[in-house]
């Protein structure tokens, strides 16, 4: 499950997203409007270390974009390339937040997910006194693979071409992950379903 915080966060999410988003090759506009956020849910890190959520954003009536982030509470070694930036979460401290095809944690729970007909992660808001309340997650997703099936072991993204989709090649897999949301890839799936809507968003 996914434990999240009734906490500040400065820059917000979205602030490093307007901040970054413009310079991908993938950008198609509009330049200067503010993203907005239409959907997202998280994922599992099995060492409970490491933020994983995937975002769906969309600036006026341009596209959406997916947006998947991971949240560290140190940095990433080798990864620089990939860093939004930093953050101040009021509760947990200083947060190194990345685009997550460049983190390893993210290839594998992705590629678990579709291999396994796997799902985004339950999640939970803790209060200041520690109660913990379940909430619905804006969006869910579900990989087109077997109950029980497990995937390769990913422990190093080895390169990123960062196009549309991502191809994210690790010592497990090879990943597409859709950057524009429409964008076909080929293979195994992961699909999300989100209010109106369902796209795919990564393949294996």
Not at 29 to 37: E, K, L, T
Not at 82 to 92: K, M, R
Not at 95 to 108: F, M
Not at 118 to 144: F, H, I, K, N, W
Request: proline letters at 7%.
């Amino acid at each position: 499950m996914a434990v999240l915080y009734k906490a500040e966060l400065h820059p917000s999410k979205l602030d490093l997203i307007n901040a970054w988003l413009p310079g991908r090759p993938w950008f198609a506009g509009p330049v200067g409007v503010p993203v907005d956020r239409v959907a997202a849910c998280r994922f599992d890190d099995p060492s409970g270390e490491v933020g994983v959520e995937t975002i769906l954003v969309r600036a006026g009536d341009g596209p959406i974009y997916h947006t998947p982030l991971t949240y560290r509470g140190a940095p990433l070694a080798g990864a620089e390339a990939f860093l939004l930036g930093t953050s101040e979460h009021s509760i947990l401290g200083t947060r190194w937040i990345y685009d997550a095809v460049g983190d390893p944690v993210y290839a594998a729970v992705l590629a678990a997910a579709i291999v396994s007909g796997g799902g985004e992660a339950e999640e939970y808001l803790e209060d200041e006194d520690g109660r913990q309340q379940r909430r619905e997650p804006a969006m869910t997703v579900r990989g087109s693979g077997v109950p029980g099936a497990v995937a390769a072991r990913i422990s190093v993204v080895r390169e990123v071409a960062d196009g549309d989709p991502a191809v994210v090649v690790t010592d497990g897999a090879k990943l597409h992950v859709v950057r524009v949301v429409g964008t076909p890839v080929a293979g195994a799936t992961l699909t999300a379903t989100w209010p109106g809507a369902t796209a795919v968003l990564a393949s294996l």
